[in-house]
């Protein structure tokens, strides 16, 4: 049988890797991809750096691994269930993507930075193409739809993360509607009217609200 993609044979048996990539998320989550280290792995699991590369060959391996896991542990049920009605599913999608990525933060910049070809990710384009499919797309007016959809849903998640990767905390959506809005308040209405006229539409950029409002758009638009 051939090893699983980035992974060597002769490991210890007393870690597995799943507590290499815990290990890593650990790091991952308190300072993003630049924080994760060989080094610091095995000093998390009481290993010495070297045993780590019997799992991973590489720093890169266990990044993309780490892509995989999070992909594998995003709620498919619903998006797979072919019972519901199409939108329904990539709406659940698009959700559940977004649950996942605001609470592992650093992971948005690994899937923006390295290419989504594990079986994971790709098992989420093709679901994702089979929904589309579903509501009577072409199998190519799929395949372009998944893309503009991921490029959405990754993208406004992106800027979301930046804003809370600023704020270095989490707060809620009334707090972060709460914050934006008073910043834009001093906003000059001379200089720039417009913004001044929809700060409490502006206000609302990073929420479940606006996430919906943008992807009903773009799925009204395919469905037309």
């Known amino acids: 049988m051939a090893t699983p993609m980035g992974r060597r044979t002769g490991r210890p048996r007393a870690v597995t890797e799943q507590a290499i990539l815990d290990a890593a998320l650990w790091q991952l989550d308190g300072g993003g991809a630049d924080a994760v280290s060989i080094r610091g792995i095995a000093a998390q699991v009481g290993i010495a750096p070297n045993a780590v590369y019997t799992y991973f060959p590489s720093k890169a391996a266990v990044l993309r691994a780490l892509v995989e896991r999070f992909l594998g542990d995003v709620n498919h049920d619903r998006f797979i269930d072919r019972e519901l009605p199409w939108r329904e599913r990539v ?11 605001v609470a592992h933060r650093g992971a948005v910049q690994l899937l923006l930075g390295g290419p989504m070809d594990g079986p994971n990710a790709l098992t989420l384009r093709e679901s994702l193409s ?3 499919a579903d509501g009577g797309s072409t199998p190519d007016d799929a395949a372009r739809a998944s893309y503009v959809l991921l490029v959405y849903i990754f993208g406004a998640i992106a800027l979301e993360v930046a804003e809370l990767d ?3 905390i989490a ?10 809005r008073a910043v834009l308040d001093t906003i000059s209405a001379e200089d720039y009217p417009r913004t001044t006229e929809t700060a409490g539409t ?18 009204n638009g395919l469905q037309a």
């Open 202 to 219: 502006i206000s609302k950029d990073f929420t479940t609200e606006q996430f919906l409002w943008g992807l009903t758009r773009i799925l």
């Open 171 to 180: 707060p809620t959506e009334r707090d972060r509607v709460s914050t934006r």
């Open 166 to 168: 600023q704020r270095r």
């Open 130 to 132: 089979e929904a589309l």
């Open 91 to 101: 709406e659940a999608l698009a959700l559940e993507l977004r649950t996942h990525l």
